[in-house]
């Protein structure tokens, strides 16, 4: 950057004919201005100015470097002008990495409309649950759900984690429902089984000494959050699912609510993007943009609609 400035003060000295002058464009005394210059013809070996107790005038090497560095600087500040522009103005491509069920479900209704309002942003968008290293993969923006811990990314909460217990009518028609968690093994139950470690996620219920694990026998397992909600739907058995995936079943009345649902306190679901100084105006929209939109849908970071839901009771 001394070297920068100093070219800087170097062209301003030429162009207004003087230290003085220079240094009073760029709100710095002429000795500061005399000795950059200086320092360059050093660096240099030439003489850039013939000096005089009245203006300056340019060596024949002086003029020679005067042209290449003014194309220097007109070539820098173009370029600055440009970055500013790009990082200012909505448009660029903005990468994105989503869960899957989440992503489908909550993020991609939502798209459209970011698309219609931002033209000239391109979305590239990829489907994971896995952890995704950000910097790693080029990710300008990334929605985990579960639990995040990263001081290198700003992290935003976007809701809570609601685990709804559910059954389907016809399921419930024909085997009852369980008014209690002792009855859990009298039912088959559609189970998680996580990709990374191969364990189920057990069915959690709160009692009063805290939250309680079971673990029914009777299970069909799949490794797809979105494939539990289906199989219950399609009267295999109860399930108990996050309240993303549920809310849609629910809604159509294909699956039934049993229990009040469960929040473990460490978990989730955010938005995460870079921690740097000047953050891209592509990324701040989206950013904003997905967050007014997940509380229009009545989920904030502390709250979600599961937690009005009306419990289903059997007919007697």
């Given at each position: 950057m001394d070297k920068i400035r100093s070219l800087r003060f170097f062209i301003t000295a030429l162009d207004h004919?003087?230290?003085?002058?220079?240094?009073?464009?760029?709100g710095t005394d002429p000795s500061t201005v005399s000795k950059a210059i200086h320092r360059l013809e050093n660096e240099l070996g030439i003489q850039l100015f013939q000096r005089s107790t009245r203006q300056l005038h340019l060596t024949a090497s002086g003029r020679h470097y005067a042209k290449t560095a003014r194309l220097v600087l007109e070539e820098l500040a173009a370029c600055e002008n440009t970055?500013?522009?790009?990082?200012?103005?909505?448009?660029?491509?903005?990468?994105?990495?989503?869960?899957?069920?989440?992503g489908r479900l909550y993020i991609r209704p939502l798209l459209k409309s970011f698309c219609l309002r931002y033209p000239n942003i391109?979305?590239?968008?990829?489907?994971?649950?896995?952890?995704?290293?950000?910097?790693?993969?080029?990710?300008?923006?990334?929605?985990?759900?579960?639990?995040?811990?990263?001081?290198?990314?700003?992290?935003?909460?976007?809701?809570?984690?609601?685990?709804?217990?559910c059954g389907s009518k016809e399921y419930l028609d024909q085997y009852g429902a369980p008014c209690v968690p002792a009855e859990?093994?009298?039912?088959?139950?559609?189970?998680?089984?996580?990709?990374?470690?191969?364990?189920?996620?057990?069915?959690?219920?709160?009692e009063l000494e805290g939250m309680k694990e079971y673990d029914p026998e009777r299970s069909f397992v799949v490794n797809d959050g979105e494939s539990?909600?289906?199989?219950?739907?399609?009267?295999?058995?109860?399930?108990?699912?996050?309240?993303?995936?549920?809310?849609?079943?629910?809604?159509?009345?294909?699956?039934?609510?049993?229990?009040?649902?469960?929040?473990?306190?460490?978990?989730?679901?955010?938005?995460?993007?870079?921690?740097?100084e000047h953050i891209p105006a592509r990324v701040k929209l989206f950013v904003d943009f997905i967050i007014e939109a997940i509380q229009d849908q009545k989920e904030t970071p502390r709250s979600t609609w599961a937690e009005q839901l009306a419990i289903y009771h059997p007919p007697n």
């Open positions: 004919g003087s230290f003085a002058a220079a240094a009073k464009r760029h970055l500013k522009s790009q990082n200012n103005a909505p448009s660029g491509t903005l990468k994105i990495n989503l869960p899957v069920s989440y391109t979305l590239d968008i990829h489907y994971d649950d896995s952890y995704v290293d950000m910097v790693e993969q080029g990710i300008d923006v990334s929605i985990r759900s579960g639990s995040v811990q990263d001081s290198q990314l700003i992290v935003r909460q976007l809701s809570p984690i609601d685990y709804i217990i859990f093994n009298e039912h088959s139950w559609i189970r998680f089984r996580f990709k990374q470690t191969g364990k189920l996620l057990p069915i959690k219920v709160p539990m909600a289906e199989l219950c739907a399609d009267g295999l058995g109860l399930t108990q699912i996050p309240h993303f995936i549920a809310r849609d079943w629910i809604k159509s009345g294909s699956l039934l609510p049993l229990f009040p649902s469960v929040r473990q306190p460490n978990e989730g679901v955010y938005i995460l993007y870079h921690r740097r």
